[in-house]
């Protein structure tokens, strides 16, 4: 299993990596400066050589992000998995420990996974009642500019979110796999992306009250008002009409005292998930120094 390590701590004040470690086929850029100069935060983009997760592949980092600090992860383009090899499947785990009054983000770009592609990603983050930690995590049907949609065999991602002491405030996996009686494409219709976003922490309480009126405000438009204005499907079938929103979302909260949001989008486009993370993430400019997906 390759592994990669970053640590992240205040180092005269300001949020620092002290140890950056990668084996091939990972590699981590970390640029000096991101945004404002006074914004204190480090950006880190995760890639893996050859541009996407090769079959049998299996990748492993740890974060360490220290007390007070702030800190991105994201990538330079959507994580491509290709075909696997036989019964071989390609995985990636992180695991982050997230300090007292930290930040962890991350903001990746979507998982694409190629025809008859195995892939499963585990990721794990401790926290205390006072961090805070944004997870984007999202999939697209594949490269359906080519006929490919919801092809690939198998794709599993597991998000688990701990309190001091192991105990659990969010378990979460998504599974799809290819059926031997209603497939993947069956299920998903028209639609092409999937994504969950979850927001925890008392700094982020700001967008997580935004996020979920702006969810309630959207899907209340689409589900009473439906038009191609607001952003609506519609189609011909048989004699009727069918109307479909291009991108529904819902919202919920979970742990103590509901400390996290989470939402959940399904869309027909992948453009339209990312002018919605957008415009949900846009509270977290000031702590990272730019607009996610901007």
Aim: overall charge positive; some cysteine.
């Amino acid at each position: 299993m390759e592994k990669g390590k970053i640590v992240v701590e205040k180092v005269e004040g300001k949020s620092t990596m002290t140890r950056c470690f990668s084996k091939y086929p990972l590699k981590f850029i970390i640029p000096r400066k991101v945004g404002s100069s006074k914004t204190d935060a480090v950006w880190i983009y995760s890639l893996t050589y050859g541009g996407g997760i090769v079959s049998g592949d299996c990748i492993s980092c740890e974060f360490t992000i220290g007390d007070g600090c702030n800190t991105v992860l994201t990538t330079q383009a959507s994580t491509k998995v290709y075909k696997s090899l036989g019964s071989k499947c390609s995985e990636q785990i992180l695991e982050a420990r997230i300090g007292s009054g930290a930040l962890f983000a991350v903001i990746p770009d979507p998982v694409t996974c190629f025809s008859a592609a195995r892939y499963s990603q585990k990721q794990f983050f401790r926290v205390g009642s006072d961090s805070n930690l944004v997870i984007v995590d999202w999939i697209t049907s594949g490269r359906h500019e080519s006929g490919e949609k919801w092809d690939f065999e198998l794709y599993k991602s597991t998000n688990h979110i701990y309190l001091e002491g192991n105990q659990p405030i969010f378990l979460d996996t998504l599974l799809l796999e290819r059926g031997s009686t209603v497939s993947v494409r069956e299920h998903m219709q028209e639609y092409h992306v999937i994504a969950m976003v979850v927001i925890y922490g008392p700094n982020l309480k700001h967008i997580q009250d935004q996020v979920q009126k702006n969810v309630k405000m959207m899907m209340s438009e689409q589900l009473h008002s439906p038009s191609t204005s607001l952003g609506c499907h519609v189609r011909m079938r048989s004699d009727n009409w069918s109307v479909k929103p291009s991108i529904v979302a819902s919202c919920s909260v979970f742990g103590p005292k509901g400390i996290g949001v989470v939402v959940r989008v399904v869309a027909m486009e992948t453009e339209s998930v990312y002018s919605f993370l957008q415009q949900q993430l846009v509270g977290l400019e000031p702590l990272i120094g730019l607009q996610p997906y901007s």
